[in-house]
């Protein structure tokens, strides 16, 4: 039961951090700061995508 919950959790996050990987190369920051942003998301994907959710480019269409 536990490596089912643990699989389902692990999947869910793997779209989150998928998701937030497609609105930043989709943003209109500069490409060294898209290539950074993936970069953290992709090494630290928890706190990668806490922090860019936090202080990331701002635009209504994200959130």
């Known amino acids: 039961m536990d490596i089912q919950v643990s699989g389902i959790l692990g999947l869910l996050w793997l779209v989150v951090v998928v998701w937030a990987i497609l609105q930043v190369a989709q943003s209109s920051a500069s490409g060294m700061a898209k290539l950074l942003w993936i970069l953290l998301m992709l090494?630290?994907?928890?706190?990668?995508?806490?922090?860019?959710?936090?202080?990331?480019?701002?635009?209504s269409k994200m959130r």
Do not use: N, R, T
């Open 43 to 59: 090494f630290l994907p928890v706190i990668g995508v806490i922090i860019w959710y936090l202080m990331g480019p701002k635009s």
